[in-house]
Structure formats: C-alpha cells, structure tokens
C-alpha cells in the first residue's frame, strides 16, 4: 500500500501504563508517522470496546462520503496499541464490518503494549511490532479467526448463547486459572504484573485443577474425563511465550486442540520446560499424556459452569462451539528489514 492512498489510525488507551510509557508511545508514533510523511490520527479510548467502535465508526462514515464507491474509498490502515485482549477486540470489530469493507479496504494491527502479545509471536517480534516505521511499510495478511458460540447463565438464571471471534487460543484449565488468579492479585497494592504472573502460577500449582469435559470432534469422535489443561489453538504461543501448541498455525484453516491429562505436581514440574519450548509434542512422553487432535470444528461441554479463557479474556460456559474461519482477519505484519 502507498502511504499517500493510506489513512493511519492508532488507538490508544490513556490509561495503561504509567504516564511516562504512554508519552513514549506517543512520541514514538507522532515521529514515525512524520519521518515517513504519512497521514495519521491519534484516537484516544475512553472505555472498554471503545477503540472497536470507533473503527467501525470511522470506517462506515468513509464508506457513506465515498457514496458507496469502493474506488473512492481510501485504504485505512487501524493500529491498536495493547496486548491479546487488544487483538481480541479488534478481530471482532473487524468482523462487524460489511464483507466487502473487509476484502483489502480495512486492515488493522498491533502495537504490543500489553502483557502477554501472544498472537504477534506468529508473526515476528515485539521488537519488529514496536517499530513505526515497519508498521506503516508493513504488509498485510489474511488470517483465519475462531468463531465461538458459548452458552452460559446469567445472574438471573436465565441461559443464552453469544456468538464472537477468537484470534489466538482458548484455554480451559490450568492455563486459564493462572490468567484468573492473576487477574486478581493485579487489583492488590504493589503487585505489579511482573510479580503477580508468577505467583499466579505458584498458587494455581498448589491447587492443581482438574476440569471434567467432553470433547465432541467435527469427525464424530468424542474424549470424555478429566484434564489438566485443554487447549483450542489458532495461534501457537499462550501465557507470554509459552510454545504450547507448536504444530499450530494461524492461517491454515485448522484449529489444534490439545487435552493434557492430570498428573502430580512434580510431573508436572518436570515437564513445563519442553512445554514451553514446544519441544513436548511428538515425544513418547507426550504419547502418554496428551491427545492432540486437529480440527475444523469442536465442541466442548463442562459438567458445570467454567472459566474459558479466551486471548487473555476471561469469560464463563457450560459449551463452547469453536470454528475456524479461514482468511477472515485483515492483520498487518510489520516490514521485515
């Protein structure tokens, strides 16, 4: 894309980070823009899903000055400065737009400012991400989405069913407990997030949780018991670089759903290293602890209400559709030198 037929949007929430990281995240993004002569607009959020909503805003109220003429339109180019939950939000305001505004019109990004930026990692680093200039001479790529149905129960008791997009993976279990736990000691005076992921591991071990599913394939097969951890992957890394579900990739039309059998804490110890490195698949030891199976649609039933966690976002199920959704997300990688 040409910079000169390209609008740049970031959007940026004032309120993450200390005052001094959003200044640096804001002089860097007014010096590139201006190094590379390109047109941009600061947008700043004032709540949750706004960044989303003012996309869409933007982009509908272009599509109504352009009369309705693609041709007309400029290419828009929405950067959104975060982390998972981030790409979360922009993937699913991205798929609230009209078909043919998604088709090369529309793409969006990432500036990682978040803590996990898992979803990145299958494309390049968060040094590469950071950089402005790469942004804007970035290229974009279609990537496939998640599209979930999950039904839960309200305050009220009353059950329903929401329909929305995951971009990276879903977890249920061990990993989606820690992403509970902390959450929770972040709200606690001076625990800062380089402490409080740690000991939301540590305290998560101690526990151990075990959760009760049924897992239904697109293929008619079904695996029913208890788990450690289960896992539905588009993109490969969860939990801030684990390298979880290594066969993974996130545009080939499939979803790697993986099932880990529970086990003592000091197996479990013994084994996080190669879980990490994603050197844990395809070893005798993962024949006996694991099942790996690849899909295209899954279903996933708990015997009571869970936690799911969900690009980092927490939400509650009793079942879980999840289907890939090919070449859907219009997502910019940065330029590589």
Do not use: W
């Not at 709540?47 to 400029?74: I, Q």
């Not at 790529?141 to 059950?159: K, P, Q």
């Amino acid at each position: 894309m040409s910079n000169v037929a390209t609008e740049n949007y970031f959007v940026v929430n004032p309120n993450a980070g200390t005052r001094r990281e959003q200044k640096k995240l804001l002089k860097n993004i007014v010096n590139g823009c201006e190094n590379a002569c390109a047109e941009y607009t600061i947008y700043e959020t004032t709540k949750a899903g706004d960044g989303g909503d003012f996309m869409c805003r933007t982009v509908r109220d272009a599509y109504e000055k352009s009369g309705g003429d693609l041709l007309k339109m400029p290419q828009m180019r929405f950067f959104f400065a975060g982390g998972d939950g981030t790409v979360l939000e922009s993937a699913n305001a991205f798929m609230r737009l009209p078909e043919e505004l998604r088709n090369g019109k529309v793409a969006t990004g990432i500036i990682p400012v978040g803590t996990g930026n898992d979803f990145l990692r299958n494309f390049g680093t968060e040094k590469e991400f950071l950089d402005i200039d790469r942004q804007l001479k970035g290229n974009t790529v279609y990537v496939d989405l998640m599209r979930y149905e999950r039904s839960t129960t309200d305050e009220n008791g009353i059950s329903e069913c929401i329909t929305s997009y995951g971009a990276n993976m879903f977890n249920i279990g061990f990993d989606c407990q820690v992403v509970v736990k902390v959450n929770e000691l972040r709200g606690r005076p001076l625990m800062n997030k380089s402490f409080a992921y740690p000991i939301g591991v540590a305290i998560t071990l101690i526990k151990l949780p075990h959760t009760r599913l049924k897992v239904t394939f697109d293929d008619g097969s079904e695996y029913e018991g208890k788990y450690l951890l289960t896992l539905a992957a588009n993109g490969s890394y969860c939990g801030g670089g684990f390298y979880a579900a290594s066969e993974a990739r996130p545009d080939d039309g499939i979803i790697d759903v993986m099932m880990i059998d529970p086990m003592g804490r000091l197996k479990f110890i013994s084994i996080v290293g190669k879980y990490k490195k994603g050197k844990l698949l395809g070893t005798p030891l993962a024949d006996k602890i694991l099942k790996l199976k690849k899909c295209r649609s899954v279903k996933i039933e708990a015997a009571d209400e869970k936690e799911l966690c969900i690009d980092g976002e927490i939400e509650r199920f009793r079942a879980v559709n999840i289907e890939s959704v090919p070449g859907a997300f219009c997502f910019i990688v940065p330029y590589k030198l």
